[in-house]
């Protein structure tokens, strides 16, 4: 199995201020398409999680362009250029090459 | 508007069996994957399976292989999970999740509500 391992776990960021988590994969994520099979979702408290990021750089529908995925070979980073207050929740990745596996979540709140 | 409506809450007693389901709308169900994830109380998420309804191809992650069954009915467009003697260690929250594109998964985009298990004597 594919173990994806997330940082940090918890994430205590100001309003206005950036914010990154990272995600690495034990082995590449890349498939026979040349497309890293990696995505980032957000669950706020109470709710379905919701995909952000898919394919490790690709905004989902409706996503704010203050969010954002990259990828240097087995690491994946996803950055909020500027937190909100709805930003807050659990951020997980979660890789799709293989079964599927997600990261431990990585909780954001606001300082 | 594509929706997932899953079943309501459930609350059983170690042995029984169980089946929830996953209602899609708004768009072709039988070409696109449905999976079902995990969250027991207070932790991440897990992914447990996937079908896909036009021709019921289904995949489990090894864990959950044996312990539930997927299946999903194109004629009424709903997607199951189903245990056929539960434990304690079912008690958790159920989400259905619709594929990003036809006919390949990549990534989840819909969502359903989440269905509550929960099992205790």
């Known amino acids: 199995d594919i173990v994806m391992t997330q940082s940090p776990l918890f994430l205590p960021v100001t309003p206005g201020e950036p914010a990154s988590i990272s995600c690495r994969s034990s082995?590449?994520?890349?498939?026979?398409?040349?497309?890293?099979?990696l995505d980032w979702y957000l669950q706020k408290p109470g709710q379905s999680p919701q995909l952000l990021i898919y394919?490790?750089?690709n905004r989902a529908s409706g996503v704010p362009d203050r969010f954002s995925g990259s990828v240097s070979g087995t690491d994946f980073t996803l950055k909020i250029s500027r937190v909100e207050a709805e930003d807050v929740g659990v951020y997980y990745c979660?890789?799709?090459?293989?079964?599927?596996?997600f990261g431990q979540g990585t909780k954001l709140e606001i300082k | 508007e594509v929706q997932l409506v899953q079943s309501g809450a459930e609350v059983k007693m170690p042995g029984e069996s169980l089946k929830i389901s996953c209602k899609g709308s708004?768009?072709?169900?039988?070409?696109?994957?449905i999976g079902w994830v995990r969250q027991m109380p207070g932790k991440g998420l897990e992914w447990m399976g996937i079908?896909?309804?036009?021709?019921?191809?289904?995949r489990y992650r090894l864990s959950f292989q044996g312990q539930v069954t997927i299946s999903a009915d194109t004629s009424i467009s709903t997607a199951y999970l189903q245990w056929s003697s539960l434990r304690a260690s079912d008690t958790a929250t159920y989400y259905c999740?619709?594929?990003?594109?036809?006919?390949?998964?990549?990534?989840?985009?819909?969502w359903g509500q989440g269905t509550m298990v929960t099992v205790s004597s």
């Open positions: 999740a619709r594929s990003r594109v036809r006919g390949t998964f990549d990534a989840f985009d819909m």
């Open positions: 708004g768009y072709s169900f039988s070409n696109y994957w």
């Open positions: 079908i896909y309804p036009g021709d019921s191809d289904t």
């Open positions: 082995q590449s994520l890349v498939h026979s398409n040349g497309h890293n099979y």
């Open positions: 394919l490790a750089s």
């Open positions: 979660m890789q799709s090459l293989q079964t599927p596996s």
